[in-house]
């Protein structure tokens, strides 16, 4: 995005790594590893404020900026809303409530402790990604006064300045995943839930989708049922993290549920152990790829899809073989099913 003013293909306003839909919600480009990556969403109604997942610590000036174009006071932002607590979702909540005097924190209740004292939560992503890799994305985590963070449990609903937003407990891309119901708009900010759709693909303004099975606790039978539950609302839209609003969404669904059982079909047939399955893994994921661009007709090549979406292949075919191993676990009675 630039800083001139444009008209995406489906018409929303883009000034300044801000896109502007309907119903006062817009999203912010967080600018985390590429430009339409990873999007921030801002809520506005009756001059104040809530704001959907924060990004990394990089993120917060883009958000400021974002709040000050929409009229928006630091001091107008009521709530930060976090769908889960991964970092690319998550890395800036300590900084941005910072930022923000007045605003409370939204997390799962399981996430809670995790805001409170991110130390467990940083080692986790360092094993993933390096600590060095980790702190270039992510920079220092900044804990939250427990006083100021709110539990999400399921079905709790706070108030917008008169608008009602809904939390629901939405497992399957990980245990500490809600999805936020907005009645007003018809609409629910999905985080990973209802999985990535890049506006790459997209064809005539036609969005596509693909779930997303990353560390740790990807879990197929309960992101059906999620997905499901989101479905039954009957909405009109769906504002993804990755990347931001699509519509079609029971042919989305569809799709999402076709590709959840490819992959998993992908990770049971591998063999091997270790590094020998991961690759196995992540090649069958890369045929899915090629299968579904001829499939969808993407706007994309095969190779360039590829090339877009290798960060998310590895990532799932990460998550993919540590769902096997849970499932290894479970049966010879290490873990609890």
Same mark, same amino acid.
């Given at each position: 995005?630039?800083?001139?003013?444009?008209?995406?293909?489906?018409?929303?306003?883009?000034?300044?790594?801000?896109?502007?839909?309907?119903?006062?919600?817009?999203?912010?480009?967080?600018?985390?590893?590429?430009?339409?990556?990873?999007?921030?969403?801002?809520?506005?109604?009756?001059?104040?404020?809530?704001?959907?997942?924060?990004?990394?610590?990089?993120?917060?000036?883009?958000?400021?900026?974002?709040?000050?174009?929409?009229?928006?006071?630091?001091?107008?932002?009521?709530?930060?809303?976090?769908?889960?607590?991964?970092?690319?979702?998550?890395?800036?909540?300590?900084?941005?409530?910072?930022?923000?005097?007045?605003?409370?924190?939204?997390?799962?209740?399981?996430?809670?402790?995790?805001?409170?004292?991110?130390?467990?939560?940083?080692?986790?992503?360092?094993?993933?990604?390096?600590?060095?890799?980790?702190?270039?994305?992510?920079?220092?985590?900044?804990?939250?006064?427990?006083?100021?963070?709110?539990? &999400?449990?399921?079905?709790?609903?706070? @108030?917008?300045? %008169?608008?009602?937003? !809904?939390? #629901? $407990?939405?497992? /399957?891309? +990980?245990?500490?995943?809600?999805?936020?119901?907005?009645?007003? &708009?018809?609409?629910?900010?999905?985080? @990973?839930?209802? %999985?990535?759709?890049? !506006?790459? #693909? $997209?064809?005539? /303004?036609? +969005?596509?989708?693909?779930?997303?099975?990353?560390?740790?606790?990807?879990?197929?039978?309960?992101?059906?049922?999620?997905?499901?539950?989101?479905?039954?609302?009957?909405?009109?839209?769906?504002?993804?993290?990755?990347?931001?609003?699509?519509?079609?969404?029971?042919?989305?669904?569809?799709?999402?549920?076709?590709?959840?059982?490819?992959?998993?079909?992908?990770?049971?047939?591998?063999?091997?152990?270790?590094?020998?399955?991961?690759?196995?893994?992540?090649?069958?994921?890369?045929?899915?790829?090629?299968?579904?661009?001829?499939?969808?007709?993407?706007?994309?090549?095969?190779?360039?899809?590829?090339?877009?979406?290798?960060?998310?292949?590895?990532?799932?075919?990460?998550?993919?073989?540590?769902?096997?191993?849970?499932?290894?676990?479970?049966?010879?009675?290490?873990?609890?099913?």
């Amino acid at each position: 995005m630039t800083a001139q003013k444009e008209q995406t293909q489906t018409g929303e306003l883009v000034v300044q790594h801000l896109i502007t839909h309907l119903h006062g919600i817009h999203a912010v480009d967080s600018g985390y590893g590429r430009p339409m990556l990873a999007a921030i969403h801002i809520i506005v109604h009756n001059g104040h404020a809530a704001v959907v997942d924060t990004g990394s610590n990089a993120s917060v000036p883009r958000v400021l900026s974002a709040l000050a174009r929409l009229g928006i006071a630091p001091e107008a932002v009521d709530w930060v809303l976090l769908t889960h607590i991964h970092l690319d979702h998550a890395g800036a909540a300590g900084s941005l409530m910072c930022a923000l005097p007045k605003a409370r924190l939204v997390v799962h209740q399981r996430g809670v402790r995790h805001m409170v004292d991110p130390a467990r939560l940083w080692e986790g992503t360092s094993a993933v990604y390096g600590a060095e890799r980790a702190f270039e994305l992510y920079g220092r985590l900044v804990p939250v006064a427990p006083e100021r963070i709110v539990a &999400a449990t399921d079905g709790l609903e706070i @108030d917008l300045a %008169g608008r009602r937003l !809904r939390m #629901l $407990d939405t497992p /399957g891309h +990980a245990r500490h995943h809600i999805c936020i119901w907005d009645e007003t &708009a018809c609409a629910f900010f999905t985080g @990973d839930t209802f %999985g990535l759709s890049y !506006r790459e #693909l $997209d064809v005539d /303004g036609r +969005a596509f989708i693909i779930p997303t099975t990353t560390p740790t606790q990807f879990d197929p039978a309960a992101m059906h049922a999620s997905i499901d539950r989101l479905l039954s609302f009957q909405p009109c839209s769906m504002y993804l993290a990755h990347f931001s609003r699509v519509t079609e969404v029971e042919r989305l669904g569809a799709d999402l549920h076709r590709l959840i059982d490819t992959m998993v079909a992908v990770a049971q047939a591998a063999r091997g152990e270790g590094v020998a399955r991961h690759v196995e893994i992540l090649a069958g994921l890369e045929q899915v790829v090629r299968e579904e661009t001829a499939r969808q007709s993407w706007a994309l090549s095969e190779d360039d899809a590829l090339e877009l979406l290798r960060m998310d292949l590895e990532l799932n075919a990460q998550g993919l073989g540590e769902w096997l191993d849970s499932r290894r676990e479970a049966a010879a009675g290490l873990v609890s099913a």
